[in-house]
């Protein structure tokens, strides 16, 4: 019996990335974008695998709510949320339509959508889910001289990280494996319809943040950094995460006691 995997964001990028390499790997595929020619275009060009084309907008309920029902229905091997939206701007700029289809995206759509396929998952003993986030998720302690302020859309991306471990901990000893990738710029169309060119900046492709994925699964990774050669900073990162967790107590800290 074929494997079956769902892929948000299918149309461009790294959820196209991802959807070719399991396409490649014998993966029948559920794609969903907001481009139907697009994913047209994906299905017409793998006939040797099964493809259903799903035309959603995850920044809607509706479009969450469709596609989550079908992710229900079906016995998915693998769920990569990928669907993704920018929206650069300081939250006092942010349109209040923009911050909503943000967290419809980045938050809502991969919590609906992994709650519709985790239960089948736990029950067949076997699955996958990966989220695509980003290294911007680690990026809340910089000054504002570091980059453009985007709160809403690094939280969307620390909501990923966050999510993803926390789940990874509640499935253990399942046969569910659960993964954030966080890549730093990627070569795609994600920052140009956003209408800013990196063409002089470095950058990943697509295809080395999937292999970074997979990989990363067979390594038994949680959170894959695929431009973070030394794994070490991550483990120190998680390490202060769970000291600070670890160190609270019910007593008020002495350096918020008046004296």
């Not at 990335?17 to 017409?44: S, T």
């Not at 479009?63 to 939206?85: H, P, Q, R, T, W």
Request: net charge negative; proline share 4%; aromatic share 4%.
């Amino acid at each position: 019996m074929s494997k079956l995997a769902l892929v948000t964001g299918a149309t461009s990028g790294i959820g196209r990335a991802f959807a070719q390499r399991l396409a490649a790997q014998g993966y029948d595929l559920i794609i969903v974008g907001r481009r139907e020619e697009r994913l047209k275009e994906f299905a017409e060009a793998h006939p040797e695998v099964a493809v259903r084309s799903i035309a959603a907008d995850l920044s809607t309920t509706e479009g969450i709510d469709f596609v989550a029902k079908v992710a229900a229905s079906e016995e998915i091997s693998m769920l990569v949320n990928n669907a993704g939206v920018a929206h650069y701007m300081p939250l006092a700029d942010l349109p209040a339509e923009k911050a909503r289809e943000l967290a419809q995206v980045k938050v809502l759509a991969p919590t609906l959508l992994t709650r519709a396929v985790v239960g089948g998952m736990q029950a067949r003993g076997e699955g996958t889910i990966i989220n695509v986030a980003g290294m911007i998720a680690f990026s809340g302690p910089a000054p504002s001289s570091v980059m453009p302020r985007r709160a809403v859309y690094a939280g969307g991306l620390a909501f990923a990280v966050a999510l993803s471990q926390t789940l990874s901990a509640e499935l253990e000893g399942t046969g569910v494996q659960v993964q954030v990738v966080c890549p730093g710029v990627v070569a795609t169309e994600f920052h140009e319809r956003q209408g800013m060119d990196l063409s002089a900046v470095p950058r990943m492709s697509a295809d080395d943040v999937v292999t970074a994925s997979l990989r990363g699964l067979e390594l038994g990774e949680v959170v894959v950094a695929p431009g973070v050669e030394d794994a070490g900073l991550l483990d120190a990162v998680f390490a202060a995460d769970l000291a600070a967790f670890g160190g609270q107590s019910p007593e008020l800290a002495s350096r918020y006691r008046t004296v």
